[in-house]
């Protein structure tokens, strides 16, 4: 079945940068389009980046436009995100789903970003 | 890129039905039959219910259902059990920047 692992999580002063990783399995991954999402403490999801399958198209939300960048590995079914200039409001759980026409099918179990000097 | 508008709580009795609404605008929920929504509950992560405004994933109980008005979507639980009591958030499409939005969360709470 989909299985969805995300990784690099951990605590970082404000202005630095992390990479979070989700290892995908279970499925075709290259068919398939991808997206973060992330949860801050005791508060709502919120959709940060898209990318879709070869990696033709690439999005993101207002708040991270610009500090943030989405790439993939279809060889090791791997979907990254990289975190650069993060503050203290990107503090939050990150989420990795699977994505087809903008419904998110399959989560993983999120890993942690905490942003504080 | 503004959240979509849902009531921070709901609740009903055990057997009852509860409908959850979310409002968004033209250029998202009304401009697209690209709703879905996700049941999450404490310290899991969110599960889809309904896509495309109206379908139900392989797995979900018919309880379970959506519809659409204009730029108001709607998700109804009919015969509330106790496992419903989660937080449900919807989402759509934003526009033609392929862009995603999330509504702000409804708390859900079987008395």
């Known amino acids: 079945q989909v299985q969805l692992v995300e990784s690099g999580g951990g605590l970082v002063k404000p202005g630095g940068s992390l990479r979070l990783s989700c290892a995908a399995s279970?499925?075709?991954?290259?068919?398939?389009?991808m997206s973060w999402i992330r949860q801050a403490p005791g508060k709502g999801l919120e959709w940060i980046s898209y990318?879709?399958?070869?990696?033709?198209?690439?999005s993101y939300a207002d708040s991270v436009r610009g500090r943030f960048t989405v790439s993939r590995d279809d060889a090791r079914n791997f979907l990254y995100l990289q975190l650069n200039s993060l503050r203290a409001e990107d503090t939050a759980v990150y989420y990795c789903a699977t994505e087809s026409y903008y419904r998110f099918d399959s989560w993983g179990q999120g890993t942690q970003v905490t942003v504080s000097s | 890129q503004s959240a979509l508008t849902q009531p921070p709580s709901a609740s009903g009795s055990p057997g009852q039905s509860v409908t959850i609404s979310c409002t968004g605008t033209?250029?998202?929920?009304?401009?697209?039959?690209?709703v879905s929504w996700y049941q999450q509950h404490p310290d899991k992560a969110p599960k889809l219910m309904i896509y495309e405004v109206t379908k139900r994933p392989s797995g979900v109980p018919d309880r379970f259902s959506g519809s659409k008005s204009g730029n108001t979507a709607s998700l109804t639980v009919t015969g509330l059990q106790a496992e419903d009591e989660a937080d449900y958030y919807c989402?759509?499409?934003?526009?033609?920047?392929?862009?995603?939005?999330f509504g702000t969360g409804t708390k859900v709470t079987v008395l």
């Open positions: 279970g499925f075709r991954f290259s068919d398939y389009s």
């Open positions: 033209s250029s998202d929920v009304g401009g697209y039959n690209y």
């Open positions: 990318i879709s399958d070869a990696s033709r198209r690439m």
């Open positions: 989402s759509s499409s934003a526009g033609n920047n392929n862009l995603r939005v």
